[in-house]
């Protein structure tokens, strides 16, 4: 049974929003096979707050005793900081150029994230077998202005088609989403060129609609389905570039994004969400972000052999660690996001 299907059956249609409903990325997603959906409230205000808390204070204590380079995700400058958490046996690190210094933790050490994954799958019903494998859970700083520049979390480790689930927290943020520059098909409509890159691919998407976004709040659960993943990329916004309560930003954000839902922009049209916001996880960290990741391995280790991994798949040998690494490492290497 595949996630999406567990939570539409336990929370139905009516919660279950579906981010690129009615807009010009519907088609192409279902043509390419994927989804973006959205649940809000997802987690409880109370629980929300303890778990914002919860990550600050567990970045902080490992900060002290690992050292920074344990938990920040730097290319050719510091991004954000996140914890790297692998779940039940399984052994596949999650790496790529910048969480080359980053610790990996299994979920044991740090309780809170333990008991995240258990109230997860229990309530909603998932056996082990069905259970994640990975937990990314990343912390952005409002007084750093920090964010994730445009990028896919496809990876050799995950299949191309893919479930991803993230819980906000924190102060609100936007996600957006728009053609995968890296696995452009041709559904797109886009004809790729050395040329078509930065401003120009940027103003193409924008004149085709196919660039999309949608706010969120503490407690909201993003997940994505299918193949969005393979033809999608996505990032945050920065916090300097957030709605300022003006109609003015609010509709420059709209342009740049036109396949945004009916939904997103009412949401993005009131100025209470987005000034004067108050504290929402219940310490003085300036209304930072928090967003915590679940994603499962399909394409585990086979050398060293993953305990995850079936049996007859050892014979197979040819996904190995340090392959892995050397692929992500050139693949996934950060760059410097253009400027909006």
Not at 156 to 166: I, Y
Not at 176 to 189: I, K, L, S, T, V
Not at 199 to 207: G, L, P, S
């Amino acid at each position: 049974m595949t996630w999406h299907s567990r939570l539409m059956e336990k929370y139905g249609s009516d919660r279950v929003e579906d981010i690129v409903h009615a807009t010009t990325m519907q088609n192409k997603a279902e043509a390419m096979g994927w989804g973006l959906h959205i649940i809000r409230n997802f987690v409880p205000k109370e629980k929300a707050q303890q778990l914002m808390k919860g990550l600050s204070s567990e970045i902080q204590r490992i900060t002290l005793q690992e050292g920074c380079q344990a938990v920040q995700i730097k290319g050719g400058r510091l991004w954000y900081e996140s914890l790297q958490i692998l779940l039940g046996h399984c052994i596949c690190e999650y790496k790529y150029y910048g969480t080359r210094r980053n610790k990996t933790f299994r979920a044991s050490q740090i309780p809170m994230m333990e008991e995240l994954n258990e109230w997860l799958h229990k309530e909603h019903g998932c056996n082990e077998g069905d259970g994640f494998h990975q937990i990314v859970a990343n912390l952005y700083n409002r007084t750093r202005n920090e964010s994730t520049p445009w990028h896919s979390d496809a990876n050799m480790l995950l299949k191309d088609s893919t479930e991803v689930l993230c819980i906000y927290l924190g102060t609100p943020g936007i996600y957006c989403f728009q053609p995968n520059r890296a696995q452009m098909d041709e559904r797109w409509g886009i004809s790729m060129s050395d040329k078509m890159k930065g401003v120009k691919f940027r103003q193409t998407c924008i004149d085709l609609k196919l660039r999309g976004c949608a706010p969120l709040f503490a407690g909201d659960l993003l997940f994505s389905t299918g193949t969005f993943m393979r033809y999608c990329e996505h990032k945050e916004f920065k916090y300097n570039d957030l709605p300022d309560g003006t109609p003015e930003k609010t509709h420059q954000i709209i342009r740049r994004y036109p396949a945004t839902t009916i939904a997103s922009r009412q949401l993005l049209h009131q100025p209470d969400h987005w000034i004067n916001t108050p504290q929402t996880d219940g310490t003085d960290t300036n209304q930072n972000r928090g967003v915590i990741t679940f994603r499962k391995t399909d394409n585990h280790w086979r050398n060293p052999r993953c305990p995850e991994l079936p049996p007859v798949a050892v014979l197979n040998n040819v996904h190995t660690a340090d392959k892995q690494r050397r692929v992500q490492n050139k693949k996934r290497k950060v760059e410097e996001e253009e400027e909006e």
